[in-house]
C-alpha cells in the first residue's frame, strides 16, 4: 500500500491541569485538536517542532506519570497518551550503534478514512471517534540500529502493538480497524524513517458471524439456505478469510534527549480497515499522531 504523505497539521496535547497530582482532563474527541504546523516528508521543521512541544509545561513526562497514582491517573486519561520529551536536542544528537528501545508509544490525534468523491477522485475525509480512550499503542519494544551515516533501522518485536478501534463517516457508517503496528519494520535516517507493517485480522479464525459460520469452526455455510450454499455470490460470506494485510508507516523525529535516551516526533500511518473476515474490501484509514520511546 503506498503511503502518500500529504500536508498534515499537528497540536499538542491539553492537560489542563498545572499541577501533576491534581485531576487532569484529556479532550475525548480526537478530531478536535487544534492542528497547527505541517509534517512533509522531509524531516520535521525547527517550525513543527516548536508547535509540537510548545505546551510541554502543560503536558506530562514520562518521569511526571511515573510519579502519579492508580487513582490519579483513573478516569483522566491519561492512560491513552503518550509522554512528551521536555529537554533535549534534534535528532542529530544521536549517536551510531546498536539499541534497544522500549515503552514506545503511539498516540493517534486524527483519524481519517478514503472515500470516493462524485467526481470519482478519492479524498481522505474527518471522522468521528467512537471508540473510548483505549486506541493508544504502548509499552512497544524492539532492535534499532542506527549508522555511522546516520541511517536506521527499526524493528518491532513485543508490546500493546494493536488496538480494536471503530470511526464513523458523516453519513453513519462505522468503520471498524485494527490501529496497528505490529512487526514494524522501518528504515530510514535519524530525522525520518518509515517501513511496512503486519495488520491481522480484526476478527479471529474462531468468530461466528450471525448464521454461525467461522473460520476454523461453525458451519460451512447458512444451514437455512441449503439450496443456495454454493452460490457464487455467498461465496466470500461462507469461506471466512482472516490473512494479514500490510499498512505503511512514516515517523519524523522532532527531539532526542541523550542524557534519557528518550526519542518523541510525530507519526502518520495508513493501513487497511476491517473486511468482516474477507467479505467485503477495506478502506484505506489514516491515523497521524505523536510517539515516543526510549532507548537502551
Known amino acids: 500500500m503506498a503511503l502518500s504523505m500529504q500536508s498534515a497539521t499537528l497540536a499538542g496535547k491539553q492537560i489542563t491541569s498545572a499541577k501533576v497530582s491534581s485531576k487532569r482532563s ?8 487544534n492542528l497547527s504546523e505541517k509534517l512533509s516528508k522531509a524531516a520535521v521543521t525547527a517550525a513543527t517542532t516548536a508547535a509540537l512541544f510548545a505546551s510541554s509545561a502543560q503536558a506530562i513526562t514520562f518521569d511526571e506519570l511515573q510519579g502519579l497514582t492508580y487513582l490519579q491517573v483513573k478516569g483522566s486519561g491519561l492512560a491513552n497518551t503518550c509522554p512528551v ?5 534534534g535528532p542529530k544528537a544521536l549517536k551510531g550503534g546498536d539499541y534497544k528501545f522500549d515503552k514506545f508509544c503511539v498516540e ?26 483505549t486506541y493508544t499503542l ?43 503496528l505490529k512487526e514494524l519494520q522501518a528504515k530510514g535516517n535519524t530525522s525520518q524513517f518509515g517501513g511496512d507493517f503486519v495488520v491481522a485480522s480484526y476478527r479471529g479464525s474462531s468468530f461466528l458471524d450471525p448464521k454461525g459460520r467461522g473460520g476454523s469452526t461453525g458451519y460451512d455455510n447458512a444451514v437455512a439456505l441449503p439450496a443456495r450454499s454454493d452460490a457464487d455470490d455467498l461465496q466470500k460470506e461462507n469461506n471466512k478469510n482472516v490473512a494479514a494485510l500490510k499498512g505503511s508507516a512514516v515517523f519524523n523525529v522532532a527531539k532526542y534527549d541523550e542524557t534519557t535516551g528518550e526519542l518523541a516526533g510525530v507519526f502518520e500511518s495508513i493501513q ?13 484509514v489514516k491515523i497521524t499522531g505523536l510517539w515516543y520511546m526510549q532507548l537502551n
Open 272 to 284: 487497511p480497515s476491517d473486511t468482516d473476515l474477507g467479505s467485503k474490501a477495506p478502506k484505506d
Open 138 to 180: 504502548d509499552a512497544m519494544s524492539g532492535d534499532m540500529k542506527v549508522g555511522s551515516d546516520g541511517s536506521v533501522n527499526l524493528t518491532e518485536t513485543d508490546g500493546i502493538d494493536y488496538a480494536p478501534t471503530t470511526v464513523q463517516l458523516a453519513g453513519g457508517e462505522r468503520v471498524p480497524f485494527l490501529f496497528t
Open 108 to 133: 493517534p490525534t486524527s483519524f481519517t478514512v478514503k472515500e470516493e468523491k462524485a467526481d470519482g477522485s478519492t479524498e481522505f475525509v474527518k471522522t468521528k471517534l467512537m471508540t473510548r480512550l
Open 85 to 89: 520529551v521536555e529537554g533535549g536536542s
Open 26 to 33: 484529556v479532550n475525548k474527541t480526537v478530531q478536535a485538536s
